[in-house]
Structure formats: structure tokens, C-alpha cells
């Protein structure tokens, strides 16, 4: 079945970077497009980043010029690096599998999430 595993995440204080990593199994990773989502305490789960199976990404405004996604297809992995972190970065990441329909990126499979706390 599917599975995604994030890590990576955890307390960095502000301007600091960390780098999550999903790990995917029970597909053929090379031919669907991976993404990472957020969820910040009372807000609405966000897309952050996006990538296709050819390598074509997608980025929040929030994200750009920041955030950087990435994959290795002979790893199965998935990667989101973030700079310059901020407070408002602060929110469990989930890791999702998808495809992009007409250029809008739709998930279909999840990870549990990994919490990113940006404080001082």
C-alpha cells in the first residue's frame, strides 16, 4: 500500500533553515507528481510546494525564493529545504502524493505530518 514517512522536522530558531524528507512506498514514485502541504494551529492545510514526475514545481507566494522542493526518484524521496524560516512557518508538513490537472497540483494520498516550529 501506500506510504509516505516524513522527517526532518523540529524546533529552529528564526532566519534558520531545515530540510524535511518523505520517504515513499507501495508506488511507482518516478511517474506521479509529490507534494508538501502545511497545517499552522487554526488555519486551513495550505499547499507549499509541488513537483512533477519531470521535475516542474510550484510554490505559495509565502514559499518563493525561501523554500525549495526536490525529488530523487532513485531514493523514492521527496525533499522540502527551507531558509530564512519564519514564525509563520510554524505548522505540521505533510508529505502527499498527486498529479497536477490543468496546472492545479491535487493530492490523493498522505503522510501523517511533521511538526516545524520557527521560535526563539
Known amino acids: 500500500q501506500v506510504q509516505l514517512v516524513e522527517s526532518g522536522g523540529g524546533l529552529v530558531q528564526p532566519g534558520g533553515s531545515l530540510r524535511l524528507s518523505c520517504a515513499a512506498s507501495?508506488?511507482?514514485?518516478?511517474?506521479?507528481?509529490m507534494g508538501w502541504y502545511r497545517q499552522a494551529p487554526g488555519k486551513q492545510r495550505e499547499l507549499v510546494a509541488a513537483?512533477?514526475?519531470?521535475?516542474?514545481?510550484t510554490y505559495t507566494d509565502s514559499a518563493k525564493g525561501r523554500f525549495t522542493i526536490s525529488r530523487n526518484d532513485a531514493k523514492n524521496t521527496v525533499y522540502l529545504q527551507m531558509n530564512s524560516l519564519k514564525p509563520d512557518d510554524t505548522a505540521v508538513y505533510y508529505c502527499?502524493?498527486?498529479?497536477?490537472?490543468?496546472?492545479?497540483?491535487?493530492?490523493?494520498?498522505w503522510g501523517q505530518g511533521t511538526q516545524v516550529t520557527v521560535s526563539s
Open positions: 507501495g508506488f511507482t514514485f518516478s511517474v506521479y507528481a
Open positions: 502527499n502524493r498527486g498529479e497536477f490537472y490543468s496546472g492545479t497540483y491535487l493530492p490523493d494520498y
Open positions: 513537483i512533477s514526475s519531470g521535475g516542474s514545481t
